[in-house]
């Protein structure tokens, strides 16, 4: 699978900004997704995540209510929606795959990993 998100930019503190990541290669369906990011000077840590099904999605604490994460296994492409953006939400955001169905925060349990896309949140 290869993954590429994009959508990053520059908002300001309060606004929306929606990333898509776009899946080509392997079977992309049945597969869980999810996003990750990383802050300047920190280590990458989790965003959210999306069963196959969609049925189940999973949040970090500091995006959930905020942000939203969705698929269209269709089009192969999986979306972060993020309201109410704040200046700590500014990172690279980072699409990933896992190779199994359920989705998890670990990011140890993601075997594909699309380049980077910038956040920017102005105060």
């Known amino acids: 699978v290869q993954l590429q998100a994009f959508g990053g930019g520059l908002v300001q503190t309060g606004g929306s900004l929606r990333l898509s990541c776009a899946a080509s290669?392997?079977?992309?369906?049945?597969?869980?997704l999810g996003w990750f990011r990383q802050p300047p000077g920190k280590e990458r840590e989790f965003v959210a995540a999306?069963?196959?099904?969609?049925?189940?999605?999973v949040y970090a604490d500091s995006v959930r209510g905020r942000f939203a994460i969705s698929r269209d296994n269709a089009k192969n492409t999986v979306d972060l929606q993020m309201n109410s953006l704040k200046p700590e939400d500014r990172a690279v955001y980072y699409c990933a795959a896992r190779a199994v169905v359920w989705a998890t925060a670990n990011e140890r349990d993601y075997v594909y990993w699309g380049q980077g896309t910038l956040v920017t949140v102005s105060s």
């Open positions: 999306i069963d196959w099904s969609s049925r189940n999605t």
């Open positions: 290669g392997r079977t992309f369906s049945n597969r869980a």
